[in-house]
């Protein structure tokens, strides 16, 4: 059986990099003191983001895993606004970690997560939705932008 990295075990490595490079190497401090406690608004606002998300699958009986068959197209909740508001969600938590670290070198990681769920994750992920759903999913496509 082939073992895949899924996006919450990325994110769980991004914090632990980003934790890492601001502790060993934090270069410069771009966010001061009380500014830093910024961060707690996107952080929060990502938690509360992949939960809701997390939820709308669980509500219509549909997997939340990305290499997994789906069950139904899920368009209501925060799917409404972003065809993919867990990653938006995973992001502002990376985002809301910097700012509340407040260094430049764990701000390096932030793109790079963005990266990986744009190059690897998404495409694959759009790739089953469209085979698996066809035009319906499409559709979906034109009203629903990929993040924002």
Not at 35 to 42: A, C, D, H, S, V
Request: net charge positive.
């Amino acid at each position: 059986m082939k073992t895949r990295l899924l996006p919450p075990t990325i994110l769980l490595l991004a914090i632990l990099l980003m934790l890492a490079l601001h502790f060993v190497v934090p270069f410069y401090r771009v966010v001061r003191w009380p500014w830093r406690l910024l961060g707690i608004l996107p952080l929060t606002l990502g938690i509360i983001l992949d939960l809701w998300a997390d939820r709308t699958f669980k509500h219509l009986n549909t997997t939340v895993k990305p290499f997994e068959q789906p069950q139904s197209l899920v368009t209501t909740g925060p799917f409404r606004f972003s065809r993919h508001p867990m990653y938006l969600g995973m992001t502002a938590i990376v985002i809301g970690l910097w700012l509340c670290l407040g260094t430049t070198t764990p701000l390096f990681v932030v793109p790079l997560f963005v990266l990986v769920m744009s190059v690897i994750f998404i495409p694959a992920e759009e790739h089953m939705m469209e085979k698996h759903f066809g035009d319906k999913y499409r559709a979906y496509c034109k009203r629903v932008r990929r993040w924002l």
